[in-house]
């Protein structure tokens, strides 16, 4: 059994092979390193998201960090100035859309944060708060994982999110990794 954890660059898919009729140029996990086969990811980050992504040839270790409830935590930059009371209410839990259903996330822990300056710059600029006004950053931290969840969720409350970083999984971390970084787990 081998299992990974990558830095997945803005940009890039969460997948090993693009199956998509259209949009062929994208960049694929492939193209971070020589993984053995049967290299699956476990969960998914959308093309426009970055951070912390697991890789394994193990199906239990992947239903383990999909199916237990294990803590995500990810780092939303958004548009606006959250507030305590936006923290409260992305607690408690919100409704959203999933496939076109109504959905109510689970409570969860969110706190504001300063913005990190250990991040690596995005490979795309996410854009100019002088021109454009201030942004905010908040830890999510969510035991579930539904499509969108976060951007969802921010957007709910009136906080749209511009960037968005898994940073932690379980225990595991992107903390002093770069971005397109693999590192085998023990």
């Not at 092979?17 to 971070?32: A, P």
């Not at 992504?53 to 930059?77: R, V």
């Not at 969110?110 to 021109?131: C, F, G, S, Y």
């Not at 908040?138 to 969720?153: D, N």
């Amino acid at each position: 059994m081998a299992n990974f954890k990558i830095f997945k660059p803005y940009g890039m898919l969460s997948q090993f092979i693009n199956n998509q009729k259209r949009r062929r140029n994208k960049r694929l996990l492939g193209e971070l390193g020589n993984f053995p086969e049967g290299i699956m990811s476990v969960g998914r980050l959308d093309q426009d998201s970055e951070g912390l992504l697991f890789l394994t040839t193990d199906g239990k270790f992947s239903h383990k960090i999909t199916s237990t409830g294990i803590e995500k935590e990810y780092w939303a930059q958004v548009d606006g100035q959250a507030t305590e009371e936006h923290v409260d209410e992305l607690s408690k839990g919100v409704e959203i859309s999933i496939y076109g259903k109504p959905y109510q996330t689970k409570s969860c822990e969110v706190r504001l944060m300063t913005p990190p300056d250990d991040l690596p710059r995005r490979a795309k600029d996410i854009r100019n708060e002088n021109e454009h006004g201030r942004t905010s950053w908040l830890s999510i931290t969510l035991t579930e994982g539904k499509y969108r969840q976060v951007r969802k969720m921010t957007a709910k409350v009136g906080l749209p999110t511009l960037r968005l970083i898994r940073y932690r999984i379980g225990e595991e971390t992107i903390e002093n990794m770069k971005p397109e970084e693999v590192r085998a787990l023990i």
